[in-house]
Nanobody, 126 residues
Framework: QVQLVESGGGLKQAGGSLRLSCAAS????????VGWFRQAPGKEREFVAA????????HYADSVKGRCTISRDDTHGRVYLQLNSLKPEDTAVYYC???????????????????WGQGTQVTVSS
């Protein structure tokens, strides 16, 4: 099992940047792919980015491609989401998720991810 805790959210300015952190507990964290999702009020949870177990391969939603970077540090049990050129539509609760199999099974479906953090609120003001 793995437990996930997100941090780094808050109030941001449009055009600025944010760096979210997902801290994972569990000795076998390196075997999990990790994804970031977000959910805005009244909307469904949507995929943002994912990174494969062990790093290397990544996948991004079209809405953030080119301004988003996901990375991981398995030594310290951390996954990071860097998002630049922030827009008001980036406002949402951001969640990290972990799964042994989701990255190879399609990635974007929240149902494929078995472990979730509690989320961190990001608000982008214009």
């Amino acid at each position: 099992q793995v437990q996930l805790v997100e941090s780094g959210g808050g109030l941001k300015q449009a055009g600025g940047s944010l760096r979210l952190s997902c801290a994972a507990s569990g000795r076998t964290f390196s075997i999990y792919g990790v994804g970031w999702f977000r959910q805005a009020p009244g909307k469904e949870r949507e995929f943002v980015a994912a990174i494969r177990a062990g790093g290397g391969a990544t996948h991004y939603a079209d809405s953030v491609k080119g301004r988003c970077t996901i990375s991981r540090d398995d030594t310290h049990g951390r996954v990071y989401l860097q998002l630049n050129s922030l827009k008001p539509e980036d406002t949402a609760v951001y969640y990290c998720a972990a799964s042994v199999t989701a990255f190879s099974r399609g990635t974007v479906d929240p149902q494929l991810w078995g472990y979730w953090g509690q989320g961190t609120q990001v608000t982008v003001s214009s």
